[in-house]
Each structure stands twice: as structure tokens, then as C-alpha cells.
């Protein structure tokens, strides 16, 4: 999602994040357990108009479901909080320490497995946060699956709020398609290089960049990017040192991310929001992106330190 001013707020779509604890895909057609955990989902559009009918829905729903005294399921998670005594890892040190990783795998794969929660906005009604799990998967012969999963794993069992009728179960499946074979031989559906300097010119033509990627830009590539493929361990690295020679990316410490995962963070700051990169500290690999409010938008309801989006991408 492109950083830009103050009108990109009223398109934001509807996405989701992921849960806590990490564990093996979901099978196509598979319904998910509400004990188990979430993927990220593709951004949904919200007919804005129904927004607060869909938030007394939920509420109604959540206190039908968990009873008067416990608050409805509508997600809103919390900002990603850095370990106050951990020491910051610069990206030069985790570049270093990726390549040092490579050993052949694991290897490149297309498709996703990625949980998400993302705010949608408008001028008439509250902000409301939709957590979705998707699981995209490709086949020999150019095929490929996509479930999107409506879950919260914070509150397993409650409702989950969705545009598509109002308050659900959670681990009700909101999307599940096959897509017929296709080919194409530019990014990102064409395989990300794994040398930083290819890498860096495969994102920009995968965002349809004129110029070199800003480094909000170079970050939404990143989304992009993810959403497509899991990395392997070569690509892991070509970014981690892409990112290591991007401007403005700075150290900021460990945290543990929303899958249960210790993780090194590295924030940016700027048009608004701060944007955290979290990755792995052996690997480089990416884990997640966290996307919050540095200042308050009344006008939709938005406070400063709020979530604007969340994505946890995990094998």
C-alpha cells in the first residue's frame, strides 16, 4: 500500500493479520479450527455505507456469542512493542549474517502463507479492522489455489467483522477459488532475483515505478513481493542487503512479532505513519510489516498509535 498524502486514507481497503503461533497450512477447502491459526488475506473492498450496521452487527453478535461481560471480537491489535533492554542489529550486520546462512535452502516457492489485520476508513462511520488468513498455492501445471479465511487467533471463537454480510464465525471462509493456468514472465509472477542490485530493479518494475523506489515505496514493494512468493534463503538474503543500503531504515530493537516470533525491527518514519519491518535474526528473512499512525486523522476516527495495518508472512 503506497504511503502518500492525506486522500490515500479514504481507498484504504480492508485486509487482515496474522495470529500468535505459527503451524502447517491450510488444506484447500479445509475449514480452519478456531483454535488454530490465520493467513493474510488479499485487500477486500468495504461498501463504506454499511460500515456501522456491520459494527452493531458485531457487537450484537459478540455479546450474543461471549456473553454481556466480554468485549466483541471487532480486531484492533496493539502496536508491536520493542524489547526495552535488547540491542539493536543494524541491517549491514543482518545482511552479513544471512548470506553467511545460505546453504540451498530452504528454496524459493510461489504462492503465500500470510495473516493480516488492516483498518478500513471513512468519513461517516468508525474505523473497523478486518483479520483474514490467506494461503495462495501454485501448481506444476500454472494453477493455483487461493482460501481467505475470516480469524482473529487473539480471540478464537468469537465473531469476526467482515463486508461481506456482517459478524461471522471465526474460521469461516470468505474466499476459496481455483484459477486456471497462466504464465507471465514479469514481476512479481516471474521469479525475484537473488542478487540485491536485480532484486532492486525486479521491485520497482513490480510496483510500475518510473524512478528509483522511494523508501515507503521500496517497502510496498516488499508487501508485493510476499504476497506472491515465499522466499527462499538466497532471496532472503539479496533483500536483507537491498534493505541494508536503503536510506531511513533504522535499528530499533528486538521484538516479538503476532506469530510468537523473536524478530529484529527496523522502523521508518515519515508522511504520518511509522512503518516497522520486523526479520528474522539469523536468516534476514522478512517476518512481518506494521504499518501505525504517527499522528491523529479525526475526520476517520483515527488516533495517533493506531494500526493501520499488519502482515505476518510465515513458510
Given at each position: 500500500m503506497a504511503v502518500g498524502e492525506r486522500g490515500w486514507l479514504a481507498r484504504l481497503p480492508v485486509r487482515g493479520c496474522r495470529g500468535r503461533l505459527a503451524r502447517s497450512p491450510l488444506?484447500?477447502?479445509?475449514?480452519?479450527?478456531?483454535?488454530?491459526?490465520p493467513v493474510r488475506g488479499r485487500p477486500a473492498k468495504v461498501a463504506w455505507g454499511l460500515v456501522a450496521?456491520?459494527?452493531?452487527?458485531?457487537?450484537?453478535?459478540?455479546?450474543?456469542?461471549?456473553?454481556?461481560?466480554?468485549?466483541?471480537?471487532?480486531?484492533?491489535?496493539?502496536?508491536?512493542?520493542?524489547?526495552?533492554?535488547s540491542t539493536p542489529v543494524s541491517l549491514q550486520v543482518l545482511a552479513d549474517r544471512a548470506q553467511a546462512a545460505v546453504d540451498g535452502s530452504p528454496s524459493l516457492r510461489k504462492g503465500t502463507h500470510v495473516q493480516s489485520w488492516s483498518m478500513g476508513m471513512s468519513e461517516d462511520a468508525p474505523p473497523i479492522t478486518l483479520p483474514e488468513e490467506r494461503v495462495v498455492r501454485w501448481r506444476a501445471d500454472g494453477s493455483h489455489t487461493e482460501l481467505v479465511v475470516a480469524t482473529d487467533p487473539r480471540h478464537p471463537g468469537r465473531p469476526v467483522l467482515t463486508d461481506a454480510g456482517g459478524a461471522v464465525a471465526d474460521g469461516h471462509v470468505i474466499t476459496r477459488r481455483t484459477y486456471p493456468p497462466s504464465w507471465s514472465d514479469a514481476p512479481p509472477e516471474s521469479p525475484p532475483p537473488h542478487d540485491a542490485a536485480r532484486l532492486r530493479a525486479y521491485l520497482r518494475e513490480a510496483?510500475?515505478?518510473?524512478?528509483?523506489?522511494?523508501?515507503?515505496?521500496?517497502?510496498?514493494?516488499?508487501?508485493?513481493?510476499?504476497?506472491?512468493?515465499?522466499?527462499?534463503?538466497r532471496e532472503s538474503a539479496a533483500l536483507a542487503r537491498l534493505l541494508a543500503d536503503t536510506e531511513g531504515l533504522r535499528p530499533a530493537g528486538q521484538v516479538t512479532d503476532r506469530l510468537g516470533r523473536r524478530g529484529q525491527a527496523y522502523v521508518y518514519e515519515g508522511h504520518g505513519l511509522r512503518r516497522m519491518l520486523v526479520m528474522d535474526p539469523v536468516t534476514g528473512a522478512v517476518l512481518g510489516l506494521e504499518s501505525?499512525?504517527?499522528?491523529?486523522?479525526?475526520?476517520?476516527?483515527v488516533k495517533a498509535g493506531d494500526v493501520m495495518s499488519y502482515s505476518a508472512w510465515m513458510r
Open positions: 488444506a484447500v477447502g479445509e475449514r480452519r479450527p478456531s483454535a488454530l491459526l450496521v456491520l459494527v452493531v452487527a458485531c457487537v450484537t453478535l459478540g455479546l450474543v456469542l461471549s456473553g454481556p461481560g466480554t468485549p466483541p471480537a471487532v480486531a484492533a491489535p496493539r502496536p508491536l512493542v520493542v524489547q526495552a533492554d510496483a510500475h515505478l518510473r524512478a528509483a523506489p522511494t523508501t515507503p515505496e521500496l517497502l510496498d514493494a516488499v508487501e508485493l513481493l510476499l504476497d506472491h512468493w515465499t522466499l527462499g534463503a501505525v499512525f504517527a499522528r491523529a486523522e479525526p475526520v476517520y476516527g
